[in-house]
């Protein structure tokens, strides 16, 4: 267990941060998802199950389907915390199973169930403001999936789709800059929500542009994942989490081995 003061403290070596350090994240977080498969594929498997269900249940009403899809999107990354714990786990030489993985989620630690729903809130938000813009702008009624498609990404008008996708990234950069390395930080440290997410925006604010490619490439490996079925998120999810966890090594300039003791529950 470790505090925020220490962090700064427990690396002799730091690794510097730029534009080639997206890759590397992306190849440990794959060389950790090849040496140890089983939780990751289970977590992604669980993930790629509960979008089909929401697809199975709201896929004819437009609305409910973006929302649910908004909400299970943003709120992922704490459903995935317990892939932290196996490369943390790696890094200290150990292989971590299923039953140290559900160890993580058994010890009730508020901190990630409140930081859970105030991503699901964000969710929310977008939610409602997208359908606030698209509702005012359109000329058409925007019911379905497919009239979202028709009358908005393959509208010849220029305007809405553009308008429509700069403000989801506007919306969507403080989420993931609150959230990028505060998450991991929940699951290694004991320290608050606010100061986790204090620790994630001051770490972006350092390293802004290689963090908005590290953004640009987690959109494009999501948005393969779901442009499959939502097949790919089976080994997409893992190896982003198992990423998200060197990222949050190198940018708190922390051992990628941290400490393998769970953090307690606030």
Same mark, same amino acid.
């Given at each position: #267990? /470790?505090?925020?003061?220490?962090?700064?403290?427990?690396?002799?070596?730091?690794?510097?941060?730029?534009?080639?350090?997206?890759?590397?994240?992306?190849?440990?977080?794959?060389?950790? $998802?090849?040496?140890?498969?089983?939780?990751?594929?289970?977590?992604? !498997?669980?993930? !790629?199950?509960?979008?089909?269900?929401?697809?199975?249940?709201?896929?004819?009403? $437009?609305?409910?389907?973006?929302?649910? $899809?908004?909400?299970?999107?943003?709120?992922?990354?704490?459903?995935?915390?317990?892939?932290?714990?196996?490369?943390?786990?790696?890094?200290?030489?150990?292989?971590?199973?299923? +039953?140290?993985?559900? +160890?993580?989620?058994?010890?009730?630690?508020?901190?990630?169930?409140? $930081?859970?729903?105030?991503?699901?809130?964000? +969710? /929310?938000?977008?939610?409602?403001?997208?359908?606030?813009?698209?509702?005012?702008?359109?000329?058409?009624?925007?019911?379905?999936?497919?009239?979202?498609?028709?009358?908005?990404?393959?509208?010849?008008?220029?305007?809405?789709?553009?308008?429509?996708?700069?403000?989801?990234?506007?919306?969507?950069?403080?989420?993931?800059?609150?959230?990028?390395?505060?998450?991991?930080?929940?699951?290694? /440290?004991?320290?608050?929500?606010? #100061?986790?997410?204090?620790?994630?925006?001051?770490?972006? !604010?350092?390293?802004?542009?290689?963090?908005?490619?590290?953004?640009?490439?987690?959109?494009?490996?999501?948005?393969?994942?779901?442009?499959?079925?939502?097949?790919?998120?089976?080994?997409?999810?893992?190896?982003?989490?198992?990423?998200?966890?060197?990222?949050?090594?190198?940018? /708190?300039?922390?051992?990628?081995? +941290?400490?393998?003791?769970?953090?307690?529950?606030?």
């Amino acid at each position: #267990m /470790t505090s925020a003061s220490a962090l700064s403290s427990q690396t002799p070596g730091p690794i510097p941060v730029g534009l080639h350090s997206p890759w590397r994240w992306l190849a440990l977080g794959w060389a950790d $998802f090849r040496r140890n498969p089983l939780p990751g594929l289970v977590h992604g !498997a669980l993930l !790629a199950a509960f979008g089909w269900l929401l697809l199975w249940a709201v896929h004819d009403r $437009f609305w409910l389907l973006a929302g649910a $899809f908004s909400g299970f999107l943003i709120v992922a990354p704490i459903l995935a915390t317990g892939l932290y714990h196996v490369s943390r786990a790696a890094g200290a030489g150990r292989r971590a199973g299923l +039953g140290e993985v559900a +160890g993580l989620w058994r010890s009730g630690d508020g901190r990630l169930v409140r $930081f859970g729903l105030l991503l699901g809130l964000a +969710g /929310t938000g977008w939610v409602l403001t997208s359908a606030g813009l698209i509702t005012l702008w359109s000329a058409e009624p925007i019911r379905q999936p497919v009239d979202f498609l028709r009358h908005v990404v393959l509208a010849r008008e220029l305007g809405l789709f553009e308008v429509w996708l700069l403000l989801g990234a506007l919306l969507a950069a403080p989420v993931f800059a609150s959230s990028v390395v505060a998450i991991p930080m929940l699951v290694d /440290t004991s320290v608050p929500v606010s #100061m986790a997410v204090a620790e994630s925006w001051r770490t972006v !604010a350092d390293h802004p542009v290689p963090m908005v490619l590290w953004a640009v490439m987690i959109a494009i490996l999501i948005g393969l994942g779901m442009v499959t079925a939502l097949l790919g998120l089976v080994v997409l999810v893992p190896v982003i989490a198992h990423a998200s966890w060197h990222a949050y090594c190198d940018l /708190t300039r922390r051992p990628a081995s +941290g400490h393998v003791t769970q953090s307690a529950p606030a």
